[in-house]
Structure formats: structure tokens, C-alpha cells
């Protein structure tokens, strides 16, 4: 053998090897440490500047704000991959053999190998004690394989040979999860979109700022909230409908989802996550004497610009302001008014009090706000998921949740018999739990003692 | 409340199981490990009239649900699943002096709980809203459980190992069962709690994916379940690899349940806020 060869031998072998198996489980479990404290995506800049320049560049060429998906982490993933694969197809054949092709006669060499033999001897023919045998054999443990050999019986009986092969079905259930989730990744999408109630949408921004259409129209028709006493969320609830063509699908029209209850059409699914408000809200902005008047419209959840710089943001808003304070009436909201020097006014202002609208603006030495009208409204929320991959994934799970149970409690167990004129001998062995079996095997010895020679002592 | 009560009596029934297990080691005398055992035994039997009596008054209270939904509820589950681990294992393989080495972290647990966590019965909030968490939890937690176990098994393991070395069998600990048993029983425990566990992360990938559309999302409670799955396949690994069995073995499954414990309390401990940097 040159030394090339034995070269690749050598490597072949530690790709099979359990210390690399071992090996690449404890490092997956340590480097897996680092992304769970070292935050990962999208980093807040009050986290960048606390850990400073030269860290940043550190972490970031190592790759750790995004670590499972860094080439060392996900090198690390192909290893253990290969590794599997590659000790699955060493170890394999010779173990098929076992199951398939199992040795049906018990010669001397292979007694004296087994942990649990007995011998027996019987009055009866060789024909005689085979016929009873299988008798026994199959109603105790398993039905035999009878094979004749010179004048002499052997049977063979087995129980769930397959079982040897869990351990390979677990590995392999590894890979199937990985390919699942390639293909999900190559095939899927996951998305993210808001909707204003009575609004509809053919878009969803998925991963990177990319848009993907949907190649249908989703309308969310209303939206609510609900809370407990304790002021804990009870329930967020969409009212959503599929629209093809300006007109709601048939089965899709008006369905609600949840929390925990989705909506899928066509591969794609929306799940409710978050709300917000999406109203409008509509103020008159002058001076005191009331010149340089202008309209400004602001958004529930969002800030407008002021004509003479800063901004203002709507706290809350009420058409009817009478429940709330007696004796006044009309639209009222609560502002925030932002200076462009930076200072913050909060005002209350109205829609037909004119004159607490100029108090105001005489206290606080600013522009005259009234607030003409407005619309409150909810928009929804919705993660949006394709992942074509996942249906093997949940294939490789179930494979390996039962691999996992057959190669921890079931065993291959065999036992042979050898048969001549006036003697029987009996062995057994298992692969796994040998103190089970050994039990096992002796209520055998047991049952055939009693069978063969009513009260004989072997 | 009447469940609270009944899981204070647990945890008597608990504390004195262990203090009998102790007077077991310390005297030899079989009937006190007789005792400990059956102090164990009612204890889970009390406890588990307490859970089904939370989940009963949860219901009353209008917000019905398993009690598995907080802290508090899943410390007092973790328990009980330890306490029926070992006693299956004790009805099974009759090393009553193992009890000594597990009763203390079903006893910690129950402690805790009744002293220090908040035991209102709270409305679930929707994210919590579906079966999956009853299959979930149910199935992650027999699998700590079988680790806890495990782990003081170990323990017991390097005790004795230890002791075995020195001269006249080692005092108390040569009265453990041999390292051989002990090391067989470890992986026993831990062939219990490994399907458990991979169901358990199977079972919450499947309802994460039900929720959310995305089955696995690196979130530092998931990566955790995976690492704790990582260092028990490795220990399942080293009892066939050369120079890994016994004492390295007995100090993987401890560390197992160190990652285990990490996974279930040190993630929101410790990690909640550096994560809320992410989200």
C-alpha cells in the first residue's frame, strides 16, 4: 500500500470516526453559546457603542451577528453531516447483513460465543423434538427458521431484527431536517406586512428589503383587541379576505384569525403578530391674529411637520369630548408639540372652543392649533410565511422521534436451536438490555424443560 | 386556596423523604429507605391532587387552563416530574439510596416555589392560547426530569468513584450501589429523558411553526434545548467511544443538566435582556 493511499484511508477514518462525532457535538454546543449573548440581526446602536470599534469589527469578521448562518458555524453543520453520513455508510452494510442475511445454524463455535445456552437431553427423534420445538419456539418467542443440515435440525427465531437499523434511521433524519430546511430557504419566503383596516395589500417585504407578491389581493377587514381585567392581552384578532380580481374568494371572505390560528392561501400563510393605529387626524395650525393659516394632517401613529419648523404628534383623540369634560363639546385631541429648539408642550385643543385654543397659544407663546376632525382605525400586523421545505422537516422529525424510541427500547433478539437424536440445545443473545434478556431466556429454558420432560431435572 | 395548601404538605412530604434518605446513608437501617420512599410516594400523590385542584380552580375562576402557563406553575411541574422519574426508576430498579441524591432538586424546586415565586392563577395571554404548550411543556419537562435524575446519579457516580479509590470500600459512600450500576443507570435515566427531550424541541419547533410560520428561529431558549440535545447525543456517543466511559460520561450528564437548567431558568434570567436588544 503507498502512501497515498494509506493517506486517504487515514482520512476516510476520522471522517467516520465517533471521536469526531463527539468532537463536533461538544463544539456546536459550545461556539451555539455565542449567539445566544451576543445580540444577533439588526444591532441597536446604544449596543454598538457600548462594546465599541475594534470589538464590532471583531465580531463582525467572526461573523457572531448573524453566527448560524456565519461559513464557520454553518461548516461546522456540513461536518457534522458528512460525518453521520459517512459512519452510517461504514458501519451499514455489515449491520444489513445482520438483519438480512442472519447465520440460521448454531454450530459449536457460535454456542460457545452466546451469553445465555442451555442443553437439553429428550427421549424423542430428531424429527420428533423439531416438530415440538417450533411448537414452543413460536408460541414463546418468534416463529423459526428451520434449516436441516446432515440428519441434524437447526432453528433460528428472531425478534424486530429491524431495530438495529434506528440508530442509522436517527442519523439519517438529521439529514432529512437539513434538506428541509435548504429547500425551505432556496423555495420559501418569510415576510412581514401592516394593513390599515378596510385596506388591502399585493405586497409583503420580505428578508433584506426585498417586496414579493403575492400574486392576490389581502384585505384585512377589521381588527381588534381585547384585555383582561388585569390588563394582560386577551385576544388580537384580524378579519381578513383573499380578493382575486376586486372580488373576495369563495371560503376566504370575512375569515378572523388569531393568535395561535392562521389563514393559508395558495402555500402562503399570515399569521397575526402585531396591530397598531392607522388613523388621521386633521388640526389648523395660525398665528394668533390668525394669519398664516395652513391645514395639517397627522397620522395616529406618526409625526407631522409644523410649517414654522419642529413637529407635533397626536397622544390621543375623542370626537365627542363632552364625557370627558362637562360642558364642552366637539372633536378634542391631546397634542405634542415639539419646538424646533426641542422643547415639548403638551396641549389639549378643540374643535368648537376657539377661545381655549388662543389660551393655550397665549400660555405657551406659540402658533393657534385647532383640530378640525379625525378617524381612528387599527392596522394589523401579519407575519407572512411560505417554506416549502417544511413538510420534510416534519418528515425527518417523526422519523427521528420513532428511530429514537427503536434504538433506546427495542432489541434484536435472537435464539437458535440445535436438534439431533435424544438432544436439544438452546442459546440466545440480544444487542441491547442483556439482564432483560437473560430473564427472557431463562423463562424459555423453563417452558421447554417443562415441555419436553415433565418433571426432569436437565 | 386549597391546591396551595395541599402543595405545602408536598413539600413537607418531600423535605422529610430526603431527610430520611440521609438518615438511610447515614445508618444503613433498611426501613428508613422503606420510609423515604413511601414519604415520596405520598408526597407525588398529594401533589398531584394540588395540580389537578389548580387546574379545577383556574376554571372557576373563569380563565380555565392547564397549570403550565407561569414560572410558579412549571417549577411545581418540574418537581413533580422529578419525584415520578425517580420513583419509577426506584419501582423498577430498587437502588433506594439514590433517592438522597435526587430528592434535594425536587425539594429545591418546590421551596422556591412556595417561598419566593408568585402563586396567582393569571389568564393565559394569546401567544399561549393552544394545545401545543400542554404537549410542549408535558413532554420537555418529563425529559429535565429524567436529566435531574440523571445528574444525581452522577454525582453519586464520581462520589463513589472517588471514595472506591481509597482504602476499607470509602466509608458512606461504599454503600452506593458499584460505579458499574450506577454507570448503567445513568444511561438508563438518560435514555428516558433524550426521546423525551427531542420531543419536546419536535413539539415546539411543530407549534412555533403553527403560531409564528418559522419552526426554528435561533432564539436563545431554542438554541439552548439544542444545546443540551448536542451534549446528551455526545454523551450517548461516548459510551461507545474509547477513553469517554465512566467518569467522563457521569461528567457530561452533569453537565447536561447544568445546560438544562441554564435552558430552562438562565435564559430569561440572564439572557432576556441582552436579547431584547434583537427584537
New interface residues.
Given amino acids: 500500500m503507498n502512501t497515498e493511499r494509506t493517506l486517504s484511508r487515514a482520512l476516510w477514518d476520522s471522517i467516520c470516526s465517533?471521536?469526531l462525532?463527539?468532537t463536533l457535538?461538544?463544539t456546536?454546543?459550545i461556539t451555539?453559546?455565542i449567539?445566544?449573548?451576543?445580540?444577533?440581526?439588526?444591532?441597536?446602536p446604544q449596543?454598538v457603542t457600548s462594546i465599541g470599534p475594534a470589538k464590532l469589527k471583531l465580531y463582525q469578521t467572526l461573523g457572531f451577528f448573524d453566527m448560524?448562518h456565519s461559513w464557520w458555524f454553518v461548516l461546522l453543520l456540513g461536518a457534522l453531516a458528512a460525518n453521520l453520513a459517512a459512519c452510517s455508510c461504514k458501519r451499514l452494510p455489515q449491520i444489513w447483513r445482520t438483519v438480512t442475511r442472519p447465520v440460521t445454524t448454531l454450530d459449536e463455535g457460535l454456542r460457545k460465543s452466546l451469553p445465555n445456552h442451555a442443553t437439553f437431553a429428550a427421549p424423542q427423534s430428531a424429527r420428533d423434538l423439531k416438530d415440538r420445538m417450533v411448537g414452543i419456539l413460536g408460541s414463546c418467542f418468534a416463529k423459526p427458521l428451520v434449516t436441516e443440515q446432515d440428519g441434524v435440525y437447526h432453528l433460528y427465531a428472531e425478534k424486530t431484527p429491524w431495530c438495529r437499523l434506528a440508530v442509522y434511521a436517527v442519523h439519517l433524519s438529521i439529514l432529512v431536517i437539513f434538506v428541509g430546511?435548504i429547500a425551505g430557504s432556496l423555495f420559501g419566503f418569510?415576510g412581514y406586512v401592516n394593513i390599515p383596516e378596510g385596506g388591502g395589500v399585493s405586497q409583503v417585504a420580505g428578508a433584506g428589503g426585498k417586496t414579493i407578491d403575492l400574486g392576490f389581493v389581502l384585505r384585512c377587514d377589521k381588527f381588534s383587541a381585547s384585555f383582561?381585567d388585569?390588563g394582560?392581552?386577551?385576544?388580537?384578532k384580524s378579519v381578513l379576505t383573499v380578493l382575486q380580481n376586486g372580488k373576495p374568494l369563495q371560503g376566504f371572505d370575512h375569515v378572523p384569525i388569531?393568535?395561535?390560528d392562521?389563514l393559508t392561501y395558495r402555500g402562503i400563510?399570515f399569521?397575526?403578530?402585531s396591530y397598531g393605529k392607522a388613523g388621521r387626524h386633521v388640526f389648523r395650525v395660525s398665528d394668533p391674529d390668525g394669519g398664516n393659516a395652513s391645514t395639517i394632517t397627522v397620522p395616529s401613529d406618526g409625526e407631522a411637520r409644523l410649517p414654522g419648523g419642529g413637529g407635533m404628534h397626536v397622544l390621543e383623540a375623542t370626537q365627542d369630548v363632552a364625557p370627558f369634560e362637562p360642558g364642552r363639546s366637539g372633536p378634542a385631541a391631546n397634542i405634542e408639540v415639539h419646538g424646533a429648539a426641542g422643547q415639548t408642550q403638551r396641549i389639549v385643543v378643540y374643535a368648537n372652543h376657539p377661545e381655549l385654543n388662543l389660551q393655550s397659544a397665549r400660555k405657551n407663546g406659540g402658533p393657534v392649533f385647532s383640530y378640525l376632525s379625525g378617524s381612528e382605525s387599527m392596522y394589523t400586523g401579519l407575519?407572512?410565511?411560505r417554506?416549502p421545505g417544511?413538510g420534510i422537516?416534519?418528515l425527518g422529525?417523526l422519523l427521528?422521534?420513532v428511530g429514537?424510541?427503536c434504538a433506546?427500547?427495542l432489541s434484536h433478539r435472537r435464539v437458535w436451536v440445535r436438534i439431533k437424536d435424544g438432544e436439544v440445545v438452546v442459546g440466545g443473545n440480544t444487542n441491547k438490555n442483556p439482564a432483560g434478556f437473560e430473564l427472557a431466556f431463562e423463562r424459555l429454558v423453563q417452558t421447554i424443560k417443562g415441555e419436553l420432560a415433565p418433571g426432569e431435572k436437565k | 386556596m386549597t391546591s396551595s395548601l395541599l402543595f405545602n404538605i408536598a413539600t413537607i412530604a418531600y423535605l422529610a423523604s430526603m431527610l430520611l434518605f440521609f438518615a438511610f446513608i447515614a445508618s444503613r437501617v433498611a426501613s428508613l429507605g422503606l420510609l423515604g420512599s413511601a414519604s415520596a410516594c405520598s408526597g407525588l400523590v398529594v401533589q398531584s391532587v394540588a395540580i389537578g385542584l389548580r387546574w379545577r380552580e383556574s376554571y372557576i375562576m373563569g380563565v380555565g387552563h392547564a397549570p403550565l402557563s407561569n414560572l410558579y406553575e412549571s417549577v411545581v411541574f418540574f418537581s413533580w416530574t422529578i419525584v415520578l422519574i425517580y420513583l419509577l426508576l426506584d419501582l423498577r430498579y430498587r437502588y433506594r439510596v439514590i433517592g438522597a441524591f435526587v430528592m434535594p432538586f425536587a425539594l429545591l424546586g418546590m421551596t422556591w416555589a412556595q417561598l419566593g415565586l408568585d402563586n396567582g392563577i393569571e389568564p393565559l395571554v394569546p401567544a399561549l392560547q393552544s394545545n401545543w404548550l400542554l404537549y410542549h411543556v408535558v413532554t420537555c419537562f418529563l425529559g429535565y426530569a429524567a436529566f435531574a435524575v440523571a445528574c444525581g446519579i452522577s454525582i453519586m457516580y464520581l462520589i463513589r468513584e472517588t471514595a472506591g479509590a481509597a482504602p476499607a470500600g470509602g466509608g458512606t459512600a461504599g454503600f452506593f450501589p458499584p460505579v458499574k450500576v450506577l454507570d448503567d443507570l445513568n444511561y438508563r435515566a438518560i435514555m428516558v429523558g433524550f426521546p423525551l427531550l427531542t420531543l419536546g424541541i419536535v413539539t415546539g419547533a411543530a407549534w412555533a411553526n403553527y403560531a409564528w410560520g418559522t419552526y426554528w428561529s435561533w432564539d436563545p431558549k431554542e438554541t439552548w434545548s439544542l444545546i443540551v440535545w448536542f451534549v446528551y447525543a455526545a454523551f450517548l456517543h461516548a459510551r461507545i467511544t474509547r477513553g469517554w466511559v465512566g467518569r467522563r460520561a457521569a461528567w457530561l450528564s452533569v453537565i447536561g443538566f447544568a445546560a438544562t437548567i441554564f435552558c430552562y431558568l438562565g435564559v430569561n434570567l440572564f439572557l432576556s435582556g441582552l436579547h431584547s436588544y434583537g427584537k
Wanted: overall charge positive; glycine content about 4%.
Fill in positions: 465517533l471521536k462525532a463527539m457535538l461538544l456546536l454546543a451555539s453559546i449567539g445566544t449573548v451576543i445580540p444577533q440581526g439588526n444591532l441597536a449596543y448560524y430546511a418569510k383582561y388585569t394582560a392581552p386577551r385576544e388580537f388569531i393568535v395561535n392562521p400563510t399569521y397575526q403578530s407575519q407572512v410565511a417554506d417544511v422537516v416534519w422529525c427521528m422521534v429514537v424510541y433506546f427500547f
